[in-house]
């Protein structure tokens, strides 16, 4: 450990939409912050192909080249970034405490969180090898691409049908695919699901293999392959994309018994604000946000926690 903490003004955690267009507006407002990258420097965006819903953009973009130009606009008002994540926070006395790779100590008068949240995947490696070539974890940021399309959704909780009920809008049926033969979702989603006829459900059944064709940036979801969860047989089943909605992990296991946190451990904001339970600390992006998880509502946030931490730090100083 250092024998000194680095102190700096605004510290952010995470570097994606949130995180990054906190950085733009703090740095704007001359407060000069440090964007600590995290394990995956650029957020969830960096793993995605084509970016179609995010405004500005009538052509779409690439994930990773609108990250770099969120990374290069903070850049230009003066953000500077750390490569590394956070191990350890010390919230119980002012400055407010961190350690980065378990050895260098700083301090901060202001902390915004947006470490966003991970989706839980099921682990295939063909899951991995198609992720963005015809697998998601996103309907309402891919659905659009396989339009009239054959789709697989996997889950039984509400994330797995309001996925379905979307993307029946778009596709030209819905299969859903449960390892049990009850549904976990609340009685409404599933009666809207039961109704829809362009959704079918494929109970007892595992995802065991994705299958695929093609190469590169050519390659393309073909199919699924499930195993009975009961007799162990398999079958397989003609599909143009897979969503895999079994649920997100926000990113805040951290904070546990420092901040407080939805059931979930989505951190709690302040109704109207990103500020949570303890002054000086704000949260962005989707590690507060359990209903939405988009870049651009991502983006929002962030610009409210600087606007809050510029609001704070200016009742601070009188």
Not at 35 to 40: K, Q, S, T
Not at 99 to 126: C, R
Request: with cysteine; charged share 20%; glycine share 12%.
């Amino acid at each position: 450990m250092t024998e000194q903490a680095t102190h700096k003004r605004v510290v952010i955690l995470g570097s994606g939409p949130a995180g990054l267009t906190a950085a733009i507006y703090a740095a704007r407002a001359d407060l000069a912050p440090l964007v600590i990258d995290g394990m995956e420097p650029g957020g969830q965006l960096t793993t995605t192909t084509d970016v179609e819903n995010y405004p500005g953009f009538p052509d779409g973009v690439m994930g990773p080249e609108m990250m770099d130009m969120f990374r290069r606009q903070a850049e230009r008002f003066g953000t500077e970034f750390l490569f590394g994540s956070v191990t350890k926070v010390d919230f119980s006395a002012r400055p407010l405490k961190m350690w980065i790779d378990d050895s260098q100590e700083m301090t901060t008068d202001a902390l915004i969180i947006s470490t966003g949240a991970s989706a839980k995947w099921l682990g295939l490696p063909s899951e991995s090898a198609y992720r963005g070539f015809g697998v998601s974890s996103c309907a309402t940021c891919d659905g659009s691409f396989f339009k009239n399309e054959v789709m697989v959704v996997v889950g039984g909780g509400d994330t797995a049908l309001e996925e379905a009920l979307y993307l029946s809008r778009l596709g030209s049926k819905v299969y859903v695919v449960h390892r049990r033969g009850e549904l976990r979702a609340s009685k409404i989603m599933q009666d809207r699901a039961f109704a829809n006829p362009k959704i079918e459900f494929v109970w007892n059944a595992a995802l065991d293999e994705i299958l695929g064709e093609g190469q590169g940036h050519m390659k393309k979801v073909t199919g699924v392959r499930l195993r009975d969860t009961q007799t162990d047989e398999t079958k397989e089943l003609a599909c143009g994309a897979v969503f895999v909605a079994i649920g997100h992990q926000p990113n805040t296991s951290l904070f546990e018994g420092q901040l407080e946190m939805h059931h979930g451990g989505y951190l709690v904001v302040e109704p109207g604000s990103t500020r949570t339970n303890i002054a000086g600390v704000f949260a962005a992006g989707d590690v507060a946000d359990h209903s939405y998880r988009q870049a651009v509502t991502a983006a929002g946030s962030g610009c409210m926690a600087a606007i809050d931490v510029e609001r704070y730090l200016g009742e601070l100083e009188g």
